[in-house]
């Protein structure tokens, strides 16, 4: 595992517990500093966060974590990279969206650079099952 993608590990983690919800994200690694910092809290802490009866807590629990490597490991094997919004090639445009996504998937043989450059491209976003 290499540290420079526990960012990316702990955004996939974040998006499965509250992808339906890119905003209360932001908000949540705004006032922690990092989205790093949410995953070496202790479950205490997090109670005090979200408060004790929350469904939040047991979502960012540590398997979310190795649950989100194993997401990582497969998804890269695939040949997918990941853009997060933290990442200098995520879209400024899209960057400026209240609930703009965490994390971008992208499955392209172009350089994120030349994808993401100053330009008008077409993209396809959605999901399926593969």
């Known amino acids: ?19 339906d ?8 690694i705004d006032r922690l500093g990092s989205i790093e910092e949410l995953f070496s809290l202790d479950r205490k802490s997090i109670e005090k966060i979200f408060g004790p009866y929350s469904r939040f807590p047991s979502a960012l629990r540590e398997q979310s ?6 997401q990582y490991r497969k998804l890269s094997a695939e040949g997918i990279q ?7 090639a995520y879209p400024s445009l899209l960057k400026e969206c209240p609930d703009a996504p965490l994390l971008l998937y992208v499955r392209s043989s172009t350089p994120l ?12 976003v959605g999901t399926r099952d593969m």
């Open 113 to 124: 650079k030349e994808i993401f450059s100053d330009g008008n491209y077409l993209s396809i």
């Open 1 to 19: 595992m290499d540290k420079g993608d526990y960012p990316i590990v702990c955004a996939i983690a974040l998006n499965s517990a509250f992808g």
């Open 82 to 88: 990941f853009v997060s919004i933290f990442d200098g």
């Open 21 to 28: 919800n890119p905003k209360f994200s932001h908000r949540l």
């Open 65 to 70: 974590l190795e649950e989100a490597w194993k």
